[in-house]
T-cell receptor, first 115, second 113 residues
Framework: DSGVTQTPKHLITATGQRVTLRCSPRSGDLSVYWYQQSLDQGLQFLIQYYNGEERAKGNILERFSAQQFPDLHSELNLSSLELGDSALYFC??????????????FGPGTRLTVL | GEDVEQSLFLSVREGDSSVINCTYTDSSSTYLYWYKQEPGAGLQLLTYIFSNMDMKQDQRLTVLLNKKDKHLSLRIADTQTGDSAIYFCAESEPATGTYKYIFGTGTRLKVLA
């Protein structure tokens, strides 16, 4: 158990819909990262938040957005869903202590299926 | 650019050594990591190496880093059936201000009994 929780575990929805994925980081971790794992794109970095502020953006679509709340949990919002958005979405957290080494702890993922 | 490549599949017999290879393109990466993903599970850190090291050993795991060729390898000695999983290498470049990972494509290791 990494200490990172994600809900829901599975999500099935239809094209055009909007969903919210939730992540609670490990106690004490200030950074939250979101990754998408799909068969054709592999494991791709989407976005990072650090202590409530966006720190880095990767290959995140404009239809997707995220935020980190004062209690440090994070939500990833996916809208106008398409079949190609079906994937496993991982959240990871880390301390980001500034030493260079930074282990990320991964949650179990949310499997999104768009029908 | 950021591009980390791995071979997709590796099959070995139980008790043999496994070697999983990774090539990366970002020469400024300071830490390189190996993660393991078991079926239906998240990713778990196996080991890491700092860019000023050539080798790191941790029990059955040996990491070799060739900075000149931007090549990283993970050797698993005495491979067991429980080692069957997908293995990802990842690079991180904290100088950019973020510790985001750039993951390789993943290598699916199958251990035959």
């Amino acid at each position: 158990d990494s200490g990172v929780t994600q809900t829901p575990k599975h999500l099935i929805t239809a094209t055009g819909q909007r969903v919210t994925l939730r992540c609670s980081p490990r106690s004490g971790d200030l950074s939250v990262y979101w990754y998408q794992q799909s068969l054709d794109q592999g494991l791709q970095f989407l976005i990072q938040y650090y202590n409530g502020e966006e720190r880095a953006k990767g290959n995140i679509l404009e239809r997707f957005s995220a935020q980190q709340f004062p209690d440090l949990h994070s939500e990833l919002n996916l809208s106008s869903l398409e079949l190609g958005d079906s994937a496993l979405y991982f959240c990871a957290s880390s301390v980001d202590g500034g030493s260079g080494y930074n282990e990320q702890f991964f949650g179990p993922g949310t499997r999104l299926t768009v029908l | 650019g950021e591009d980390v490549e791995q071979s997709l599949f590796l099959s070995v017999r139980e008790g043999d050594s496994s070697v999983i290879n990774c090539t990366y393109t970002d020469s400024s990466s300071t830490y390189l990591y190996w993660y393991k993903q078991e079926p239906g599970a998240g990713l778990q850190l196996l080991t890491y190496i700092f860019s000023n090291m050539d080798m790191k050993q941790d029990q059955r795991l040996t990491v070799l880093l060739n900075k000149k060729d931007k090549h990283l390898s993970l050797r698993i000695a005495d491979t067991q059936t429980g080692d069957s999983a997908i293995y990802f290498c990842a690079e991180s470049e904290p100088a950019t201000g973020t510790y985001k990972y750039i993951f390789g494509t993943g290598t699916r290791l199958k251990v035959l009994a």
